[in-house]
């Protein structure tokens, strides 16, 4: 640290890791890192896992009080509770600065997320805010939305694992309503169910600004993706919607796909470990045929087996725009990878393929490799997890003998 405090008109962007102490900052240290911001050429501040608690969090904080040129500060897994939030939340109201906060796994809880919220009604340079295992529930989730009513700066949002429930998505779809600025929205693992769904894709069909919502691993069940699904029929801003481990089912795919043939944004689609099935599969490879923007494709864990790759597999005959398309965990078979080496002997646009865990033997392999010899396009072929044997293995080898564009993962070649 001594050579920090030396050098402190030097440094722009400084990382601080445990590891760097192996125990918890000291109150010298603590001295070093507010003299350091004190000077006028730090722009960037990580503190990662250093057991920075409420003290540490109330002397950063009286620092960004007059701090004018920190304009991120990552503070991921301190434990700084309700009291190093409240704090914060009160050098938020004046900084004039900072644009990127980092608080997961601060433990703050529903009324550390109260104070901060406080200060996003006035703050108008914070863009970024990260509170992601913070536990702050409904009540937090309600209190910042509440914030987002007025603030105007504010465009990415991570609640991930924080116990909100459909309450906590209610509040945040009245702010989508009016709220222009907000373009991602991170809420994977809650317990958002098909209530807090519906509410969501309310407010989807009004607003012209969100690009991002991921959504995966809450509850949202079939019901909750057909809401969603009449959402994006009208919506033509979201490019991204992540819906993995949601229960959807394959009536939730079939409800998605007829949203698909009219959807002119989405270009990203995440429907891994959702129980679809074949007939799943089947309706969505329906609408590949018509959709003209989807890039990438999650079907992972999906137990679409054979027939349902064969029908994407057909799909993808005609579909000229999806790049990536992830089927592992699937059991297609060979019959799934024969279909597939079809398309590859084609398709123009297809640069990834996962396979990884599907039955695929040496006949499936065979196929791909024969339809390799002949694609330019594909770059990335995952292949591991398989019972391919040694025939399927030299056949893939000979092919990447001759295809010099793609790599085949998960075998020894």
Not at 10 to 34: M, Q, R
Not at 206 to 231: C, E, H, W, Y
Not at 275 to 301: F, P, Q, R
Not at 370 to 376: E, G, I, R, V, Y
Request: net charge neutral; proline share 0%.
């Amino acid at each position: 640290m001594e050579s920090v405090e030396r050098n402190k008109h030097l440094i722009k962007h400084l990382t601080i890791e445990k590891a760097t102490f192996g125990d918890v900052l000291t109150s010298a240290e603590y001295k070093v890192i507010s003299s350091i911001m004190d000077n006028s050429t730090l722009t960037t501040l990580k503190m990662r896992n250093n057991s920075i608690r409420e003290n540490g969090a109330v002397a950063l904080s009286e620092t960004l009080k007059t701090n004018s040129t920190l304009i991120t500060l990552d503070l991921y897994n301190n434990p700084i509770g309700i009291n190093g939030a409240v704090a914060l939340s009160d050098a938020l109201k004046t900084n004039s600065t900072l644009t990127t906060l980092g608080l997961s796994y601060n433990s703050i809880g529903e009324y550390g997320a109260v104070a901060l919220s406080k200060a996003l009604k006035t703050n108008s340079t914070l863009t970024t805010l990260d509170l992601n295992s913070n536990s702050i529930g409904d009540i937090g989730a309600v209190a910042l939305c509440e914030s987002l009513k007025t603030n105007s700066t504010l465009t990415t949002l991570c609640l991930t694992y924080n116990s909100i429930g459909d309450n906590g998505a209610v509040a945040l779809s009245e702010v989508l309503k009016s709220n222009s600025t907000l373009t991602t929205v991170d809420l994977w693992c809650n317990a958002i169910r098909a209530n807090g769904a519906v509410a969501l894709s309310k407010a989807l069909k009004t607003n012209s600004t969100l690009t991002n919502l991921n959504m995966g691993n809450n509850l949202i069940g079939d019901n909750g993706a057909q809401a969603l699904s009449q959402a994006l029929k009208t919506n033509s801003t979201l490019t991204t919607l992540e819906l993995w481990c949601n229960s959807i089912g394959d009536n939730g795919a079939v409800a998605l796909s007829e949203a698909l043939k009219t959807n002119s944004s989405l270009t990203t689609l995440g429907l891994s470990h959702n129980s679809i099935g074949g007939n799943g599969a089947v309706g969505i490879s329906k609408a590949l045929k018509t959709n003209s923007t989807l890039i990438t494709l999650d079907l992972n864990s999906n137990s679409i087996g054979e027939n349902g790759a064969v029908a994407l597999g057909e799909s993808l005959k005609t579909n000229s725009t999806l790049t990536t398309l992830c089927l592992s965990y699937n059991s297609i078979g060979d019959n799934g990878a024969v279909a597939l080496s079809e398309v590859l002997k084609s398709n123009l646009t297809l640069t990834t393929l996962d396979l990884w865990c599907n039955s695929i033997r040496a006949n499936g392999a065979v196929a791909l490799s024969k339809a390799l010899k002949t694609n330019s396009t594909l770059t990335n072929l995952n292949m591991g997890n398989n019972s391919i044997g040694g025939n399927g293995a030299q056949a893939l080898s000979e092919a990447c003998s001759v295809n010099l564009t793609v790599t085949i993962k998960g075998i020894v070649l």
